[in-house]
């Protein structure tokens, strides 16, 4: 990740890529949403393509995680900011236990015979949960959002490289 080449990062760079993480994250569990639902009632095998489209989301927030995992690796032990500390201070636990959900709605869809409307709807809310564990990212994302034109460079470029490491996957 071009990133994590950084020496340090500021305070209004980690915030950039809290919201390039919030946004990449929900993009990936709302596209597995709905090539789940869309999947509904069919059995494995039967809907190719949306398969794809499934696996490649289900684990694209896999991804996401490893790749925000890694940045506050890096950065959070020598990075002090101001609001919203457990944003570093609890990163570890949030990604384990998003992994841990994601990786046992997986479980769940790989060892079902089909997507039947039980195995779906266990997935949408383990999704659902996995955004839920980073509530905090998501209001930090959505306070700094508020200042629209008026965010600092330093923000909007480090949200937009930590985006393209996101879609260097």
Same mark, same amino acid.
């Given at each position: 990740?071009? +990133?994590?080449?950084?020496?340090?990062?500021?305070?209004?760079? /980690?915030?950039?890529?809290?919201?390039?993480?919030? &946004? !990449?994250?929900?993009?990936?569990?709302?596209?597995?949403?709905?090539?789940?639902?869309? #999947?509904?009632? !069919?059995? %494995?095998? !039967?809907? /190719?393509?949306?398969?794809?489209? #499934? &696996?490649?989301?289900r684990y694209g927030?896999?991804?996401?995680?490893?790749?925000?995992?890694?940045?506050?690796?890096?950065?959070?032990?020598? #990075?002090?900011?101001?609001?919203?500390?457990?944003?570093?201070?609890?990163? &570890?636990?949030?990604?384990?236990?998003?992994?841990?959900?994601?990786g046992r709605a997986?479980?769940?869809?790989?060892?079902?015979?089909?997507? !039947?409307?039980?195995?779906?709807?266990?997935?949408?809310?383990? /999704?659902?949960?996995? &955004?839920?564990?980073?509530?905090?990212?998501?209001?930090?994302?959505?306070?700094?959002?508020?200042?629209?034109?008026?965010?600092?460079?330093?923000? %909007?470029?480090?949200?937009? +490289? /930590? #985006?393209?490491?996101?879609?260097?996957?």
């Amino acid at each position: 990740m071009r +990133i994590t080449r950084y020496p340090h990062i500021s305070e209004p760079q /980690f915030f950039g890529c809290v919201s390039a993480f919030i &946004d !990449s994250l929900s993009g990936e569990l709302n596209a597995a949403t709905m090539s789940l639902r869309r #999947l509904a009632g !069919s059995r %494995k095998g !039967s809907a /190719f393509a949306y398969e794809m489209t #499934l &696996d490649m989301h289900r684990y694209g927030a896999m991804i996401v995680l490893d790749r925000w995992s890694t940045l506050v690796g890096a950065f959070g032990p020598h #990075l002090e900011i101001g609001r919203h500390a457990d944003i570093i201070g609890r990163a &570890d636990v949030r990604v384990r236990a998003a992994e841990e959900i994601l990786g046992r709605a997986n479980l769940l869809v790989d060892a079902a015979p089909a997507y !039947s409307e039980d195995v779906v709807e266990a997935c949408v809310v383990a /999704f659902q949960a996995v &955004d839920g564990v980073f509530a905090e990212e998501r209001a930090e994302a959505e306070q700094s959002g508020g200042l629209g034109p008026m965010l600092p460079e330093e923000y %909007k470029d480090a949200r937009r +490289i /930590f #985006l393209e490491d996101l879609a260097a996957r």
